[in-house]
Nanobody
């Protein structure tokens, strides 16, 4: 069964940190760019970050640059999102998604058609 499972969400105070994990099962992430998305109540889904299939190139939306870091460990079939200096406006359900990329030199695109999606993990930033 092909699936992505996110974990690591929770309640954190402003200024705190969380590390989200996205574990793939039923397929190898070696051929996929991975994106992290979030959706806050009453708002549209937003692309937060993505990481390319092979060379580690990354993208970040402006609002998280310098605070979030995406990384991947293909041996563990896992992608991470390290979130530091969290703000109340980071509160959302966070989703990871996988985008099949045929060429290893293709850069990830946050607006691509992602084939697989996880179920999401809640991140709440509040004092």
């Amino acid at each position: 069964q092909v699936q992505l499972v996110e974990s690591g969400g929770g309640l954190v105070q402003p200024g705190g940190s969380l590390r989200l994990s996205c574990v793939a099962s039923g397929f190898s992430l070696d051929y996929y760019a991975i994106g992290w998305f979030r959706q806050a109540p009453g708002k549209e889904r937003e692309g937060v970050s993505c990481i390319s299939r092979s060379d580690g190139r990354t993208y970040y939306v402006d609002s998280v640059k310098g605070r979030f870091t995406i990384s991947r460990d293909n041996a563990k079939n896992t992608v991470y999102l390290q979130m530091n200096s969290l703000k109340r406006e980071d509160t959302a359900v966070y989703y990871c998604a996988a985008d099949l990329v045929y060429s290893p030199s293709t850069r990830c695109r946050i607006d691509s058609e992602y084939e697989y999606w996880g179920q999401g993990t809640q991140v709440t930033v509040s004092s």
